[in-house]
């Protein structure tokens, strides 16, 4: 099979192509994944438990698992075949996502999601250095908003499939229809895309240094202040956004009285579509954007995040249902604002060998304080409001996490201030000892 992926990797347009297959990985993560935010009314209702129990179930649970391992993967995938790895890590999270279907307990369930936490793992650092290695710094922030429209197009199957076929045949069944598909993206990674060289468009030479030592790695993102302000920005934007993403759905129901099928509908355009092209968008906008100043690659993140804010407030704010779907078109909009342009300037930030790891890393603070706590913290607060609001707490839940945004903002506008400075791989840096340690 050789043979084949070599003939596919000489057809011209090969590397949009690659990212294409790489973009339909990370969408069967983020379906995989975020199909909890659809089923955690009716699993709740049938292993009985608190909005807590589910809050932890999404969040901690899966966390901590996805985050930690996420480091030592990235450290092989810095040294080895990242193709084969991302190969190994769908093919496991799809089939413990079907495990998922069986579940007949709360620890069952909750053991379960663990087996897919640990596979997807391995997919999304391993994915950022090779959609490096086929891009330049000028095209990466646009390539890096095709990746990221994975989290988009998930989304948007999570909420078609997960509110239909629930709906129709239980959430039990929709476990195992969005995890079955996945194998067969494995497959197709597997015998068509091709592990490239690292560094093929760098400068010469640029590729020859060994992969540096964790310690080194993260001494060195933490003296760059650009990518320290990136990284408390993105942890910040991940609380808000698996926080909304998990619950949401059980707001919509709860508060506004939707069906299941009316919910994914709903949620798989605003989110899905919406989201998608707002997600694409700031990539584009980086690239097109940092042209006239490099400084716009962080700023562009940082105007979004903080000009949503009234309207994602206001739409816990009006009790008409049309009036908060058209108030929630600029949150879903902005929402993945964050992604490419995060994800690309990490990669300009770093060396080679470094960027698997650091995008890790990234994703490790990212997913430990935003998936972790996120969800976990909207559960605890809506159980909080109950005694007050009743089933309304949920909602009063969501409004207090939608002003998070503006503390995001600020470390995105913070980290344009050095970013010039950063890029430039100004002396006293650190880039030099980071490689050679």
């Known amino acids: 099979m ?7 990797s000489a057809v011209p347009g090969y590397r949009w192509y690659a990212v294409g297959v790489l973009t339909a990985v990370y969408a069967s993560s983020q379906v995989d994944r975020q199909i909890m935010g659809m089923l955690l009314e009716p699993i709740k209702l049938e292993l009985g438990a608190s909005d807590t129990q589910m809050g932890f179930l999404v969040g901690l649970t899966f966390a901590i698992f996805y985050a ?3 480091m ?6 810095d040294r080895s075949n990242r193709r084969n790895i991302i190969v190994i890590a769908i093919t496991l999270w799809s089939a413990m996502t079907v495990v998922c279907g069986y579940a007949a307990t709360f620890v069952q369930m909750a053991l379960a999601r663990i087996g897919v936490a640990v596979g997807e793992a391995g997919s999304t650092p391993p994915s950022h250095s090779i959609i490096s290695d086929l891009f330049g710094p000028e095209q990466r922030g646009t390539a ?3 990746f990221a429209l994975g989290v988009n197009i998930g989304l948007l199957l999570a909420y078609l499939v997960g509110g239909w076929v629930s709906e129709n045949w239980g959430w039990r069944i929709t476990f195992i229809a969005v995890g079955l598909p996945g194998l067969l993206i494995a497959a197709i990674l597997y015998f068509t895309v091709s592990e490239p060289r690292r560094g093929a468009i760098e400068p010469a030479g640029a590729g020859d240094s060994k992969a540096p030592k964790f310690s080194a790695v993260a001494g060195y993102m933490w003296r760059v202040r650009s990518l320290r302000h990136l990284t408390i920005g993105a942890a910040l934007a991940g609380f808000v956004g698996y926080g909304f993403v998990l619950w949401m759905p059980t707001f919509l129901v709860r508060s506004h009285g939707l069906s299941p099928t009316e919910v994914g509908l709903v949620l798989a355009l605003m989110t899905g579509v919406v989201g998608g092209l707002g997600t694409f968008t700031a990539g584009k906008m980086a690239d097109v954007l940092s042209a006239r100043d490099i400084r716009w690659r962080a700023w562009v993140v940082a105007a979004g ?16 249902l049309w009036l908060a779907l058209v108030l929630y078109l600029i949150p879903a909009f902005f929402g993945g ?3 490419a342009p995060t994800f690309a300037l990490v990669q300009s930030l770093v060396s080679l060998r470094m960027r698997a790891l650091a995008s890790s890393i990234v994703l490790f603070i990212l997913n430990i304080i935003g998936m972790g706590f996120g969800p976990q913290l909207v559960g605890i607060m809506s159980d909080l409001f109950a005694a007050d609001y009743g089933k309304e707490s949920l909602r009063m839940s969501l409004l207090v996490l939608s002003f998070l945004n503006l503390w995001c903002a600020y470390h995105y506008f913070t980290a344009a201030r050095t970013l010039r400075q950063d890029l430039a791989g100004e002396p006293g840096d650190g880039v030099g000892e980071a490689v050679r340690a």
């Open 2 to 8: 050789g043979g084949l992926r070599e003939r596919i």
């Open 305 to 320: 995040k903080a000009g949503y804010v009234p309207f994602l407030a206001a739409v816990f704010l009006v009790d008409e």
């Open 337 to 339: 604002f964050y992604l």
């Open 68 to 70: 930690t391992l996420a």
């Open 144 to 146: 890096m908003g095709v």
């Open 72 to 77: 030592p993967i990235a450290m092989l995938a």
